[in-house]
């Protein structure tokens, strides 16, 4: 009798996370029919315009746009030996609906939620991409000091800027932003996450953005970031 009733309440929490699932899909198509945010827009309107979104370490990682800019949050897999793998906090969106639906059990409504992309390095978190709109300022997401700023041919062929940040107190580690516009600072800088601007968003071609417009149905422009660690000799 009791394994009865347990099979018909584990049902009824499977088609109401399935209705759930249904009706937040017609939800976004609304939101996304009247010109709102994207139906991926990743992190709550209210609370800090730059929350912390992931960490490094023990460090905080703070969202380099404003909140009310960012379109997604997404995590993928990078060949790159020296990457350093970044820890996601929130909710993972692209995940088992019924495992979101029990981890929503557990926990209050995340701020933040993210996705995770297919590649062909697997799925560790080890890049970064932060879309928002072109032209949407960019804010240190650590506090640190301006070690690099490149302008560069992306692929050879998409003009670019790279903007490398050396986090306080942590010898041998880079964080660096790529899709940068029009950077603000300067070799030696000093910057404070959440508050310092480097730049804005650039356009993103295309081709590279493929990855997060299904998701977001719009431009896919994007801030790339990536942590890298330098090898002890």
């Known amino acids: 009798m009791a394994f009865g009733v347990l099979c ?26 009247n010109g709102a945010r994207s139906p991926s827009a990743p992190v709550a309107l209210e609370g800090e315009p730059h929350p912390t979104f992931a960490r490094l370490g023990d460090r905080n990682l703070l969202l380099p746009v404003v909140n009310t800019d960012a379109t997604i949050i997404a995590y993928q897999a990078v060949s790159d030996e020296r990457a350093v793998a970044v820890t996601p906090i929130g909710e993972h969106a692209n995940a088992n609906a019924l495992l979101r639906f029990f981890r929503g059990l557990l926990s209050s409504q995340p701020l933040v939620r993210y996705y995770i992309l297919d590649g062909p390095y697997g799925d560790q978190p080890t890049s970064i991409l932060v ?87 719009e431009a896919g422009a994007h801030v790339y970031m990536q942590v890298t660690e330098e090898p002890v000799n």
């Not at 018909?8 to 029919?33: F, H, P, R």
């Not at 730049?199 to 590279?208: H, I």
């Open 8 to 33: 018909i309440v584990i049902a009824c929490i499977v088609i109401a996370v399935i209705a759930g699932g249904s009706t937040k899909q017609v939800d976004d198509q609304a939101l996304l029919l």
């Open 131 to 217: 879309g928002a709109r072109a032209g949407s300022p960019v804010t240190a997401p650590i506090s640190g000091s301006i070690v690099a700023v490149k302008e560069y041919m992306l692929y050879g062929k998409y003009p670019d800027v790279q903007i490398d940040i050396r986090p306080e107190q942590m010898s041998g580690v880079t964080l660096s932003l790529l899709f940068i516009d029009e950077p603000v600072i300067s070799i030696g800088d000093i910057v404070t996450a959440g508050k310092t601007q480097l730049g804005k968003v650039r356009a993103c071609p295309e081709d590279l953005a493929k990855n997060l417009t299904v998701y977001t149905h």
